[in-house]
């Protein structure tokens, strides 16, 4: 998710493969991502995969999909699939999928997931927990320089305003 957030670009209008839907192009992490998930999928290592697979790796990637749409998704991706998908084709499709996010909205999910309370602040406690979650385990003195680092109002959190600026700025930084 935070990922996600992170990765955002400007949609852009594309007509490969004949559809005229925006799409965003892949950051590296997240072209890496989707191959990696691609190549878990594809077990007979064929290099393709059938509109039920399509189906479940858009899905485990975080992007709900109902299995009627995939074969008009895959369609729109490439007009003379057969029901089959290949990774340049998947990539195109997670570029449209990347390009309907709303950066903001992503944005609040991220932060949402480091304050499960619901304070609206992201405290060293939250950090620890995040940072055990991941197997990360950072010292407290780590996890205190990260809350001061973006802590601009100096209240001893991130409020969501900080957390949004912080996020903005890593966006910018990315393109």
Do not use: C, W
Not at 47 to 53: A, F, I, P
Not at 56 to 83: K, M, Q, T
């Amino acid at each position: 998710m935070i990922r996600r957030a992170e990765g955002l670009r400007t949609p852009r209008k594309s007509m490969a493969g004949g559809g005229s839907e925006a799409r965003v192009p892949l950051t590296a992490e997240q072209k890496k991502e989707v191959d990696e998930a691609f190549g878990l999928f594809d077990y007979a290592k064929t290099g393709v995969l059938g509109l039920h697979e399509v189906k479940v790796l858009i899905r485990s990637l975080g992007f709900p999909v109902r299995r009627a749409e995939v074969p008009l998704i895959v369609h729109r991706a490439n007009p003379d699939s057969d029901g089959e998908v290949d990774l340049p084709t998947f990539r195109l499709i997670m570029e449209t999928r990347y390009a309907k996010l709303d950066p903001e909205e992503e944005i609040k999910k991220a932060f949402r997931l480091f304050d499960i309370e619901g304070t609206g602040k992201i405290t060293v406690q939250n950090l620890r927990r995040v940072s055990k979650e991941l197997g990360d385990n950072l010292g407290e003195r780590e996890l205190q320089a990260m809350i001061d680092e973006f802590d601009k109002n100096l209240d001893g959190s991130v409020s969501l305003d900080e957390f949004v600026y912080i996020m903005n700025e890593q966006r910018k930084i990315e393109s």
